[in-house]
């Protein structure tokens, strides 16, 4: 059983910041790939970072320059700096981690609830 808990989310003002952290605890053997994904009401979800497994980071052509995605590995935390927000970056963000649960296990996808950010004077 694995949990992962996405939090940091809130209200900010345009040009303003917020930190995201997910965190993932239970049976954990060993954690690949991470990423973070949006959904903006009535859109499409969309990649906003991933650190892939061979620890090249992408991110969203729109995001890039503002958003930083961040893991620490000994706590099972990934986090997202987001500066310089903008209305457009309005969405619930959502965590994904690829988890190996034990040895002789398959790695797997788990995502968080996921948290909702809202830019907005």
């Known amino acids: 059983q694995v949990d992962i808990v996405d939090s940091g989310g809130g209200l900010v003002q345009p040009g303003g910041s917020l930190r995201l952290s997910c965190t993932a605890s239970?049976?954990?053997?060993?954690?690949?790939?991470v990423a973070w994904y949006r959904q903006a009401p009535m859109k499409e979800q969309e990649l906003v970072a991933e650190?892939?497994?061979?620890?090249?980071?992408h991110y969203l052509d729109s995001v890039k320059g503002r958003f930083t995605i961040s893991r620490d590995n000994a706590k099972n935390t990934v986090f997202l700096q987001m500066n310089d927000l903008k209305p457009e970056d309005t969405a619930d963000y959502y965590c994904?981690?690829?988890?190996?649960?034990?040895?002789?296990?398959?790695?797997?996808?788990?995502w968080g609830q996921g948290t909702q950010v809202t830019v907005s004077s």
């Open positions: 239970g049976s954990i053997f060993r954690v690949r790939e």
């Open positions: 994904s981690q690829e988890i190996k649960q034990n040895f002789d296990d398959e790695y797997a996808y788990q």
């Open positions: 650190i892939t497994n061979d620890g090249s980071i």
